[in-house]
């Protein structure tokens, strides 16, 4: 078994729970959202971000707009709906019991009354 495979499927299975998450301080294209997600060290690829983007959108979680741009073509840019963020709500309290208890079984000590 291969680490990084392992790995990969750990950032992905997060993927979709960071793109809601970055969304909901605003606004933002493609691009912001890819350099927000490396920043993190996610190391996404756009081949990645735009088919989940559209799987989002079409899920309602997201809608999009398109503005121009001074430097170049237009811009999608992309924000929660209503439906997005009652959805992100449920995912950050899941999200917080599943660190709980990963945290609790990666750390916790082995039960030494057996």
């Known amino acids: 078994m291969k680490i990084e495979n392992t790995k990969a499927q750990m950032r992905k299975g997060v993927l979709e729970f960071c793109i809601l998450s970055i969304l909901q301080h605003g606004d933002a294209y493609t691009s912001e959202i890819l350099s927000q997600l490396k920043d993190a060290k996610l190391l996404v690829v756009e081949g990645t971000v735009y088919p989940l983007l559209t799987r989002l959108k079409n899920a309602g979680l997201l809608s999009y707009r398109w503005e121009e741009s ?45």
Do not use: D, H
């Open 70 to 114: 001074t430097s170049g073509p237009p811009r999608k840019y992309y924000a929660l709906t209503e439906t997005g963020k009652l959805f992100l709500k449920e995912l950050n309290s899941t999200w917080s019991a599943l660190v709980e208890a990963v945290n609790l079984v990666t750390t916790n000590k082995p039960n030494n009354n057996e």
